[in-house]
DNA sequence: CTGTTAGCGCGTTCAC
DNA sequence: GTGAACGCGCTAACAG
């Protein structure tokens, strides 16, 4: 007999060759309940003689389980969001669950056309980056099915949500940019009334008062969150003339485009013009000078995001405690030793 | 009547609300056939009313087409791969495929398995950015399904691939920074033995040869495609103290890596030495100084690659066209200023 | 432990 | 143009 290894095989083709019936072949697949040591041997071997594998949306129409799990970002080719990817595909291995990840990509229109999209795929569970979503309507599609948000808060019975302190974060590099003896220290922001850029304003403001210094809105300059957004609001800064040691961005990309900002100016970092940022980048390391920043461990926050939500789907219980921000110290901040140097 | 928007609401009780029979329903939804303006309308009615979904599920199993594409990748969390998926969802909108994107982190054993992951899935399409897999086994799954491998090479009536120009890519930096007065050029390989390195490297000799400069082993160091790659190979490269005034670096990652380690040994980039990379990674603008590369037009090659594959399952014709390389001068590259400077 | 019987929700004949 | 009947490949509930 002549194998086709790449037919379609089904399940009750196995079952005729191995001898039993299509549910002893479907009960060793899914373990749903014992088969004997001796049937199970034939039905492996049919198996991997016909080199059947099961079809997954019949699987999903019978069982009524689809094993996928949702995801939706904004932006899949950020590594910020790349790396959360990673994470939670991490955090599926040895479960059966896949992700599906979806993202604004698809469906500029709305992140909640983006869910649907997902839904109508069955997914058993959702892990959102939400930026448009607020948590009202986070909380309805969780009555739908087990979520998980980073970012924007959630909580109920299925709903979860993960969030850092964004302050904290923000006091942590203020407080390392004013140890070092920086007084001047400008702050680029993210979208303008983001709620991240708010509270690691916050923090800035914060420390600055505990320190003692009193908070310059004209050091307070918007931005977007990307690379122009640093560039732009850095040059202004500079055009302006106002004094300044230091640039705390709101996120890396911001404090990357402010660093090349004062390169173009003529100023070196960190020995002119300190410069720190906030996430942490995969890259954030390899640039020249690597970027002082707060870690968001953002590859751990997946994982925990993954696990909380196959988690739910066991009805085991959920610990979803958020990882630590970390400060990591590298070469772009330093005292200000050319002090104003570039301002006489 | 009470409705309830989050129940799962099934055809066939649209159809009842509508007062038609689910032929008509599923008709009107597929298309598959006419149906007359009133019933239309009811049924619009009535599934907006209900707020239906379709189950997908049910849907890849009656119809036998699942609307998703497979999508192999490596390593989701690097930008590269990141704006090639960026460029498949988008070639994706409108269309009513959805990509399944599966990476190394689920399955690290072998891509084999991960494409086998997909398959189970009932995908109908498949890109892949192989590492493991070879010209063959890619024919052997382009049996089963449409495939377009980004890459490596496969040809065949359901397989296509992409490959850029890596000669000509390494030929075009090399041939800039002879241009610029370099005549000691360095090259940072990326995994030995990979034949995107050795293609790179290829057109690096050739431009030496052009310009009647000898290839000098000495000056050819071997990396990894990784950040640490470019630094050690730099560093060993200033250790041996042969003089360089370039270094042309197999991929950006290295070539940040390479730059980093100038960095810390105290040259200066461009103004002691040169550095260019190849990809043009989204953020290879936005470091200090700008980073001069081949851009590897990946976020197109993406969308051409799912544009093929929906073209293929259509049974349009496929034209599969490569985008040209292109050299991006930016600032990390000079003339020689400083010639040799460090080396006396 | 095993085989038989029913569906899962939808698309698709086939008649009307 | 429309409805009724059947089946996609599999799991689950039912007997044995």
Redesign the interface.
């Known amino acids: 007999m002549t194998i086709k290894p ?1 037919m379609k095989i089904r399940l009750d083709e196995v079952a005729a060759e191995a001898g039993v019936s299509p549910s002893t072949v479907s009960r060793f697949l899914t373990g749903s309940a014992r088969v004997s040591e001796a049937k199970r041997k034939v039905v492996e071997a049919a198996i991997e003689k016909l080199n059947y ?6 699987r ?2 019978a069982s009524g389980r ?1 094993m996928t799990i949702g995801v939706l970002t904004l ?5 910020f ?3 959360a ?2 994470g939670i ?2 955090s ?2 040895g479960t059966d669950f ?6 604004g ?3 500029t229109k709305d992140e909640a056309a983006c869910v ?2 997902l ?4 997914v058993e569970g959702l892990i959102v980056f939400p930026r448009q979503l607020g948590t009202r309507q986070l909380q ?1 599609i969780a ?2 099915v087990p979520l998980v948000s980073i970012g924007v808060k959630a909580s109920g019975p299925q709903a979860y949500s993960m969030q850092i302190d964004n302050e904290a974060g923000g006091y942590m590099v203020t407080r390392h940019l004013i140890d070092l003896g920086h007084r001047r220290i400008a702050f680029v922001g993210g979208t303008p009334g983001h709620p991240e850029v708010i509270a690691r304003r916050a923090g800035y403001k914060q420390a600055l008062h505990e320190a003692g210094l009193k908070y310059d809105p004209s050091l307070d300059i918007p931005g977007n969150f990307h ?1 122009s957004g640093g560039i732009e609001g850095t040059e202004r800064l500079l055009a302006k003339g106002t004094p300044f040691t230091a640039v705390f961005a709101s996120n890396d ?1 911001s404090a ?2 402010a ?2 900002a ?2 173009h100016a003529g100023l070196r ?1 960190p020995e002119d013009i300190s410069v720190a940022g906030f996430d942490d980048l ?2 954030a390391c ?5 970027l002082t920043t707060i870690r968001q461990p953002i ?1 751990e926050m997946g994982r925990r995001a993954g696990r909380a939500v196959v988690a739910m789907l066991r009805g085991e219980p959920v610990n979803l405690e958020i990882p630590p921000l970390e400060l990591i110290v590298r070469g772009s901040t330093a005292q200000p030793a050319a002090l104003l140097r570039h301002w006489r």
């Open positions: 790449d594998r099961p079809n997954t949306a019949a999903a129409l689809s932006d899949i080719s950020s590594s969001y790349g790396e990817l990673k595909e991490q599926l291995i896949v992700p599906m990840i979806v993202s990509e698809l469906n649907e999209v839904l109508a795929r069955q309805q009555k739908r690379e990309q990357f485009g660093r090349l004062l390169h970092v995969p890259h390899f640039v020249s000078p690597p590859l």
